[in-house]
């Protein structure tokens, strides 16, 4: 009688390890005051690169060099131990549960993004909606993305000033390609695009020049890092952007390895130069193809 009990206790225990307290997406928070320290630098560096860490369905996923992964956990005295040596062979421990909205890994704090009330409530009006059958359901709603045009991705100081460069940043020669990789270097990502297809207006610009089909493009993201993980833009950026916070958060969640994309660049910006082959280039548009 006391083993059946014995029994039954431990499968609830680890039936129930994996606390729907903990589901959330954890945010990577940079700590500033680990500047003078190089061997703290070098893995902020690290948790920077991993981005954020997502607790649902009993599962965790996060990315690794851009790839998204997928791998159950345990929860041992405050510790969440993933079953991946990814991280487990890594600062030699788990993930701290720090309290019910931070974590931390290697040093580094990972914060819980907190729905608003309205958020919360636009989520249960469409789950209510999906079981009616009258929308879709939740999760095609999060895989849905909008177009992002200039005024999003481009400084308004570029494109408001009235001088003759003004109409650059607004026009479009469109694109069509594969997200191939995500070059993070000092905080700051950049996007090697491997394109599959020319427009007509694009194959025009450059007519002089052999295709640029099946070839990589390296393209920046100019709002790069516009807002940290508590929703807060960085000083000096409010009102240069027309790029809300939710905005932004979809916008990061679009440009993932592997995602196929239309989407227009600019040659130089931010006050720098390039050419058609070579030099810095921003993005002026992007949307997510299926």
């Known amino acids: 009688m006391i083993r059946i009990f014995l029994f039954f206790t431990l499968l609830t225990i680890f039936?129930?390890?994996?606390?729907?307290?903990?589901?959330?997406?954890?945010?990577?928070?940079?700590?500033?005051?680990?500047?003078?320290?190089?061997?703290?630098?070098?893995?902020?560096?690290?948790c920077s690169i991993i981005g954020r860490f997502?607790?649902?369905?009993?599962?965790?996923?996060?990315?690794?060099?851009?790839v998204e992964q997928r791998v159950d956990y345990e929860i041992d005295n405050g510790i969440i131990y993933l079953n991946t040596n990814n991280f487990n062979n890594n600062a030699g421990a788990g993930i701290t549960i720090i309290d019910d909205n931070t974590l931390n890994y290697a040093g580094c704090t990972f914060r819980k993004i907190i729905e608003n009330e309205t958020t919360a409530e636009e989520n249960n009006t469409i789950e209510s909606k999906s079981e009616n059958g009258k929308t879709s359901n939740k999760q095609n709603q999060l895989t849905e993305f909008q177009k992002y045009t200039y005024n999003k991705l481009i400084d308004k100081n570029?494109?408001?000033?009235?001088g003759?460069?003004?109409?650059?940043?607004?026009?479009?020669?469109?694109?069509?390609?594969?997200v191939k990789k995500i070059i993070t270097e000092d905080g700051y990502n950049d996007y090697k695009i491997h394109i599959t297809k020319t427009s007509k207006e694009f194959d025009n610009l450059y007519?002089?020049?052999?295709?640029?089909?099946?070839?990589?493009?390296?393209?920046?993201?100019?709002?790069?890092?516009?807002?940290?993980?508590?929703?807060?833009?960085k000083e000096g950026?409010?009102?240069?952007?027309?790029?809300?916070?939710?905005?932004?958060?979809?916008?990061?969640?679009?440009?993932?390895?592997?995602?196929?994309?239309?989407?227009s660049y600019i040659e130089g910006g931010a006050g720098t130069t390039g050419t058609a082959t070579a030099g810095i280039f921003y993005f002026n548009y992007i949307e997510k193809m299926d």
């Open 207 to 233: 007519s002089d020049m052999d295709s640029f089909e099946n070839t990589d493009i390296v393209v920046s993201l100019e709002p790069d890092n516009l807002y940290n993980s508590r929703g807060k833009i």
């Open 54 to 66: 997502e607790f649902r369905d009993g599962k965790c996923y996060f990315n690794v060099m851009g």
């Open 15 to 46: 039936s129930c390890k994996q606390s729907n307290s903990l589901d959330g997406i954890y945010e990577y928070e940079p700590n500033k005051e680990n500047k003078g320290n190089i061997f703290q630098m070098g893995r902020e560096m690290g």
């Open 158 to 162: 570029y494109y408001e000033d009235g």
């Open 164 to 178: 003759m460069s003004s109409d650059v940043f607004k026009k479009y020669y469109f694109l069509y390609g594969v």
């Open 237 to 263: 950026w409010k009102g240069r952007y027309d790029l809300s916070f939710k905005d932004y958060k979809k916008l990061k969640e679009l440009l993932v390895e592997g995602r196929k994309i239309k989407f």
